[in-house]
Nanobody, 122 residues
Framework: EVQLQASGGGLVQAGGSLRLSCVAS????????IAWFRQAPGKERERVSY????????YYTDSVKGRFTISSDRAKNTVYLQMNNLRPEDTAVYYC???????????????WGQGTQVTVSS
């Protein structure tokens, strides 16, 4: 069974940092793209970042470039999202997901993990 376990959210002041973790199981980690999405209250779900293990490709949405870094630890089947210089507008529920690069780009991953709340106070 494909499972994605997200953790690491919390409450932080603007300018602070958090590291999200997504532990994957039930599939061949190296064959897929792992992505982070977020959804703020009243807003549509947004693609934040992904790590494509085929080709070691990374992606960031414009609003997080230079602040967020995605990485992968193959030995632990875990993808991390290091979030620095957080802003109140980063407040959202963050979800990890697995799919092909195409399904991630079309917001239709194979599997969603549960969300983890990130709240940034001003």
């Amino acid at each position: 069974e494909v499972q994605l376990q997200a953790s690491g959210g919390g409450l932080v002041q603007a300018g602070g940092s958090l590291r999200l973790s997504c532990v994957a199981s039930g599939f061949t980690f190296d064959d897929y793209t792992i992505a982070w999405f977020r959804q703020a209250p009243g807003k549509e779900r947004e693609r934040v970042s992904y790590f494509n293990h085929i080709g070691e490709e990374t992606y960031y949405t414009d609003s997080v470039k230079g602040r967020f870094t995605i990485s992968s630890d193959r030995a632990k089947n875990t993808v991390y999202l290091q979030m620095n210089n957080l802003r109140p507008e980063d407040t959202a529920v963050y979800y990890c997901a697995v799919g092909s690069r195409q399904t991630i780009m079309t917001m239709t991953p194979y599997k969603w993990g549960q969300g983890t709340q990130v709240t940034v106070s001003s």
